[in-house]
């Protein structure tokens, strides 16, 4: 009597390059220096708005009259106060975007290289970098549940943290920026100037 049907064995795939063989020619791009951006263009900065000015009863004025002035003026305040924090989010970005910079391009450099066609992915992994961290910052200053329309609710930010990390982790992959990302990522062997394809 036969036994039981064996099911197909599944292939393993395995991600990076385990056998840490050399890249192809066709994916082999000349060396460049990297030029910081300009990230006061890259992450322009709105202009600051005029703070409004809190309304005074005049005396012949009615009550409803003098309600509807302040409710104005309350809608005002709030849209003041998201601009003023849209302008110190850009500010700290703009600060943080330029000490990752400084931080990851010479590694990418010594390690793995970096082409022109490269400079884009690590002018956006900064910002994503400033970008989770100011999200993580108005999180510590906001507290997680906040007040909504619909009474307590999961602070947007969270929302935004969660999707700066998710690309990130993209970046990390791709760049090779961790551990686990480095053994699969070819390093850059020294050697005489004969061998550089691109002389």
Same mark, same amino acid.
């Given at each position: 009597m036969p036994g039981p049907a064996r099911k197909p064995a599944?292939?393993?795939?395995?991600?990076?390059n385990p056998g840490h063989r050399p890249p192809p020619d066709s994916v082999t791009l000349p060396p460049v220096e990297f030029d910081e951006p300009d990230w006061s263009?890259?992450?322009?900065?709105?202009?600051?708005?005029?703070?409004? @000015?809190?309304?005074?009863?005049?005396?012949?004025?009615? =009550?409803?009259?003098?309600?509807?002035?302040m409710y104005r003026f309350e809608k005002k305040?709030? &849209?003041?106060?998201?601009?003023?924090?849209? =302008?110190?989010? !850009? *500010?700290f970005v703009k600060k943080r975007a330029s000490q990752e910079w400084q931080r990851i391009v010479p590694v990418l450099q010594n390690s793995v290289?970096?082409?022109?066609?490269?400079?884009?992915?690590?002018? &956006?992994?900064? =910002?994503?970098?400033? *970008?989770?961290e100011w999200a993580e910052h @108005?999180?510590?200053? @906001?507290?997680?549940i906040v007040l909504g329309q619909r009474g307590p609710a999961r602070n947007p930010h969270t !929302?935004?943290?969660?999707?700066?990390? !998710?690309?990130i982790k993209t970046y990390i992959r791709?760049?090779?920026l961790s551990p686990a990302a480095r053994t699969g990522l070819p390093g850059r062997e020294d050697g005489p100037d004969d061998d550089d394809p691109f002389d």
């Open positions: 599944l292939a393993v795939v395995r991600e990076g263009k890259e992450l322009p900065e709105s202009m600051a708005p005029k703070k409004p @000015e809190e309304p005074a009863r005049e005396d012949d004025e009615s =009550i409803e009259h003098f309600q509807q002035r305040m709030v &849209d003041y106060h998201l601009k003023r924090q849209a =302008i110190n989010g !850009t *500010r290289g970096l082409g022109a066609v490269d400079w884009s992915i690590v002018v &956006d992994l900064c =910002i994503c970098v400033a *970008r989770l @108005e999180l510590s200053r @906001e507290g997680l !929302t935004i943290a969660s999707q700066y990390r !998710t690309q791709e760049l090779g």
